[in-house]
């Protein structure tokens, strides 16, 4: 017998399952590394070159500069805890990947920045307008303040969270 | 279990695809005319989990595709939407549809 609308009811629940999962742990992107030294993945001196944000068959890389892929996977590697604008910034003054960002190209060039707490909170702006525009290009309705999120605490200083899975991925 | 809002001219078929969710333990709200889904789009679109669209009848400009899209944006928290065909649309509305966030799928 002929099941019209098995699939129809089979895409339904395959709908619902991507809502749940997308509600759970959040879009899914991918952080692209360059240079990194053979036998080995993460290292301080490695390139933080694309980030890209993956739904369903579609990828979109973020347009983002420098101080914010930066910004984005140090987010990224520490998104089970939410962080103020100034404990990330101080996350990046001590973390060995932020300070040595691209060292093993050996390019000459200036491949680290500096942050401040009054430059996080801007740099989180920057951010969602870059998820805003990505999440728009693959076509995938979510705030991107549900994906960089803002946690309260019980003062007025807010903490900030990316909600996502990500996959390093190593060139 | 779910919330589904379910859009179809073809008041046989629609019973029968409502049936079939039905009986998964889901909600459903169909309806055979434009007016009705915008009606509901326009009050409930938050409560709704799931859109079911038939785009059978639709060019690749995808009108209703694109009118539910601004409604479920307005409304907050967007469901997701299936688009249901009884035609073969080709390559170029799957794309269209799926770059609007949607699924297609083929009812024969």
Known sequence: MCD????????????????HGLAVSGPHFKVVHRFREPGSNCLPGEEIAWVLLVFRSRECV?????SLRILFDYLARNRRLPQSAAQIAAGLHFDAFSLRHGANARSGAKLTRRFS????????KRLRRALKVALEEVGLKLDPDSVLRSEPTVSNEVRYRLKASVDWIHL | MAQILFFDPHEEDAMELARRLKAKHHTVTSCTKAKELIQHLKCHAASFDV??????AQTLDLQILNGVN???LKAGQAPAVVCVSRVYKGPQMQLQIERKGARLVYVR
């Open chain 1, 117 to 124: 707490h009054s430059v996080i909170k801007e740099y989180v």
């Open chain 1, 62 to 66: 973020l347009g983002l500069p420098l």
């Open chain 1, 4 to 19: 019209r609308f098995g699939s129809v009811v089979e895409t339904v629940d395959l709908v619902l399952a991507e809502a």
């Open chain 2, 70 to 72: 601004c409604m479920v």
């Open chain 2, 51 to 56: 859109v079911i669209l038939d785009v059978s």
